[in-house]
């Protein structure tokens, strides 16, 4: 049946097999003027594809070819909540930074300069101008690179601990809040928003697991929050041991608590930023999880953060 599709020579005929195609093909035919207009508009197009990605690489460039000496620059985006994740690090570190947005509608994040330092071309990315240069990229290994070295550099570092019990309690949240949290949100509001066609159930699957996750961040807060009322509201705490009197009824009941120790480490900053989108998927943190809102909204009002979130 595949011989229908070609041409078989004659007999004595020196003719190639061809395909149909080929056949079709060879019967278009342009004149002088047509093909000249077509050679000019395709170098005209090539001439202005240069000239754009010229322009689009030259600010990247610019900035390789004559780095600052000192501080450290932060690659972002102005809708990517990694990036914001360490600016606020940087902010309450109190470490001098800068920040350059990627322009991803003109590919600079595919800039040669910028793939050296990131080879995976995505955002966040940091330079260390004050130790040679160093860049380093993933959010969670910049953040744990800067609170190590704050800490080695300063003697403390309250985002930080210089205990390694407490590390390893932190770098938990940390990587559970890279691996599993944001991941997860940021494909619920793809398959929401963005994706080429509705996909209901990708849609449900990835806002179930959102649910999931905020599920484990509750259930450590509210553990957190009746190990601290018990601990300081002690004339009431048989009350609340016996069920007679509510948690709600402390008036500890709305005082901070953090997932490690008694402070705000990274392993509560890193959920700011993303907690601070979520209700696009359709999800009340107030209403569903009133530890992780009471959580994020005392975290949302440090100056550091605030002055992060605005790209200050």
Not at 1 to 27: C, F, R, V, W, Y
Not at 51 to 68: C, G, L, W
Not at 156 to 176: G, H, K, M, T, Y
Not at 270 to 290: A, C, H, Q, T, Y
Request: proline share 5%.
């Amino acid at each position: 049946m595949s011989d229908q599709n070609l041409e078989q020579p004659t007999n004595g005929s020196n003719t190639h097999t061809i395909s149909n195609l080929s056949a079709g093909l060879k019967s278009v035919t342009l004149n002088d003027q047509q093909q000249n207009e077509v050679n000019l508009n395709l170098l005209q197009q090539q001439l202005q594809n240069e000239t754009t990605n010229a322009q689009q690489q030259s600010r990247i460039t610019k900035f390789f070819q004559n780095q600052p000496t000192e501080g450290y620059t932060l690659f972002s985006h102005r809708s990517a909540p990694n990036g914001f994740k360490v600016a606020i690090i940087l902010s309450e570190l109190n470490l001098p930074f800068n920040t350059i947005f990627l322009d991803f509608n003109h590919g600079e994040q595919r800039a040669p300069e910028f793939v050296t330092i990131n080879p995976n071309a995505r955002v966040p990315a940091l330079i260390d101008h004050f130790n040679e240069n160093t860049s380093i990229w993933e959010s969670g290994a910049i953040i744990l690179y800067l609170v190590s070295k704050y800490l080695k550099e300063n003697g403390e570092c309250a985002l930080w601990s210089d205990n390694l019990v407490e590390q390893s309690q932190i770098s938990s949240w940390l990587f559970f809040q890279t691996s599993g949290h944001a991941p997860m949100i940021g494909q619920a509001l793809h398959f929401r928003y963005f994706h080429s066609c509705p996909v209901p159930s990708a849609v449900e699957r990835y806002t179930d697991e959102v649910r999931r996750v905020y599920g484990v961040v509750e259930m450590a807060l509210a553990e957190r929050r009746e190990a601290l009322i018990m601990d300081l509201d002690v004339e009431n705490a048989a009350a609340y041991s016996a069920g007679t009197t509510p948690l709600s009824q402390s008036r500890y009941f709305d005082y901070p608590v953090w997932l490690v120790g008694d402070r705000a480490t990274v392993a509560d900053l890193s959920f700011v930023p993303w907690n601070n989108v979520v209700d696009r998927i359709g999800i009340n943190l107030k209403v569903e999880f009133p530890e992780v809102y009471k959580w994020t909204k005392y975290m949302m009002r440090r100056p550091a953060v605030i002055r992060a979130l605005r790209g200050d």
